[in-house]
Each structure stands twice: as C-alpha cells, then as structure tokens.
C-alpha cells in the first residue's frame, strides 16, 4: 500500500527557509495529486501546495511566492521549499496524495497521508 514519508521539518528563526521532503513507497506509480497541508493547533488543516501530474502547481494564498513544491519521479520524493518564513508558518506539514480528483485544497478528498514534520518559526 502506499505509504508517504516526511522528514526535513525543524525549529527556525523568522526570515529562514527549510526544505520538507516526501518520500514515497510501496508503489510503482505517483499519484497525480500530490500535495502539502499544515495544521497549526486549534485551526483547520489548510492546503500550502499541490503538483498535478502533468506538471501544474497551485498555492494556498498566504503562500504568496514564498513556496516552492516541486517532484522528483527518479526519487519518489516530492519537496516543499519555504523561504522567509514567519512565526504564523508554524505547523505540522503533511504531504498528501490522490490519484483520483481530489478537491484541492479540501484536505478531506486526499487518499493518502504522511504522518508529518513539525515547523517550529520563532
């Protein structure tokens, strides 16, 4: 079955930048969708990227050119590099994937799910 793996999150000052990874198993195939969502305690799970296959990359609007989500296919990896980064970036970050039609950015209609990596901005 499917399985996503995220590493890279960390504790970082204001100003800084981090690149999450996402490794995929137990598949031959990437899903189309593949996404990041974060979750700060006591808010919603929000959408902060998405790549569709055919190449195509959506933001969440406080991303505002901040954000860069890309996929290496020889890998099994998508990546989330972040720059600047501010204190209301912090978060667990958790990639997600659907090879379906997911509702992007409504985490619910997502298939498959890592377990996260926290961001900590200070």
């Known amino acids: 079955h499917v399985q996503l793996v995220e590493s890279g999150g960390d504790s970082v000052q204001a100003g800084g930048s981090l690149r999450l990874s996402c490794l995929l198993s137990?598949?031959?195939?990437?899903?189309?969708?593949m996404a990041w969502f974060r979750q700060a305690p006591g808010k919603e799970r929000e959408g902060v990227a998405v790549f569709i296959g055919h190449g195509a990359t959506y933001y969440g609007d406080f991303v505002k050119g901040r954000f860069t989500i890309s996929l290496d296919d020889a890998k099994s990896t998508v990546y989330l590099h972040m720059t600047n980064l501010n204190p209301e970036d912090t978060a667990m970050y958790y990639c997600?994937?659907?090879?379906?039609?997911?509702?992007?950015?409504?985490?619910?209609?997502?298939?498959?799910w890592g377990q996260g990596t926290q961001v900590t901005v200070s």
């Open positions: 137990g598949t031959r195939y990437i899903p189309t969708y």
């Open positions: 997600a994937g659907d090879r379906g039609e997911p509702r992007w950015p409504t985490a619910l209609t997502f298939a498959y």
